[in-house]
């Protein structure tokens, strides 16, 4: 990031657009340095002249800006990368705007910006090379994300005996708890609940909800994996089909109970057929 006065040049990601009057774009960017910012793009719509610059969602450029009063106008964009094999593909289309969406809900503070913006890049790069199924690079996006910005729980202990889980174990993931249990203490007992359960928890659980999920030793393996792994090698794994189904169905409900919110970008997905996917691709 270069900075003089008022101006300041940053290479950053489109996350999202909004527009407004007829040629006019809100534009919010995901910088190395500055974290997620608004910028207010004048003109960038407008189909002829001088101020029409790159400015579409998922759009890799070198911005430079006009900060005045806590508010960021463009001044220029020059394009870097633009995704287009991403951007023409409807499937990880919605997979680049969900983890975008999540991104924007987790309030990136400007020390976690860069290891943000390494993984949304290195995440896109590998959902364009399309090597597997999408959802995996989705849901190890979803796991390193959550883990940096501070959500993420352990992966290695049952939470109530703090036993370190052996490689081949499998536990129970408890939403209300937020943790492994292991099979001894994953009987769901009320008292247990009851001792461990923050209020908040305690409230939304309904007899008969949906408050926990069986993770096999390869589920919490992967999940292991992308909590962990260096960012450079986070989407380079193989994973089976069985851990596939089983973390398409844990992940929606782990974003869920943390962020109490419920993420649609994805739902086209359900109506597709995705069954061409496999390891084999
Ligand atoms: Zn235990």
Sequence with gaps: MAQSANQISTRAVILKTTDFGDTDRYLTLLSPD?????????GVRSLK???RQPSDFLTLADFELFYYRGRYRLNQSRLVYAFLPLRLDLVRLACAAHLAELIGDLTTDTEQAAAVYELFLRFCYALEKNQQSPLLYVHAAEIR??????????????????HLLAPSEGARFSFPQMGLLCASHAGGKASLLQRKLPQAGRERLQPGSYDGQSLTAADLRALRYFSEAPLPA?????????????????????????????????DMLDKLDLSSFNDSQ
């Design 34 to 42: 500055l974290g997620l910012i608004e910028v207010l793009a004048k």
């Design 234 to 266: 986070l989407f380079n794994f193989q994973a089976d089909t069985a851990v596939k189904t089983d973390l398409d169905q844990f992940l929606p409900a782990y974003l869920s109970w943390n962020l109490d919110k419920q993420y649609h970008h994805l």
């Design 145 to 162: 994300l959550m883990q940096l910005a501070g959500f993420g729980p352990d992966w290695q202990h049952c939470i109530y005996c703090q």
């Design 49 to 51: 002249g001088k101020r």
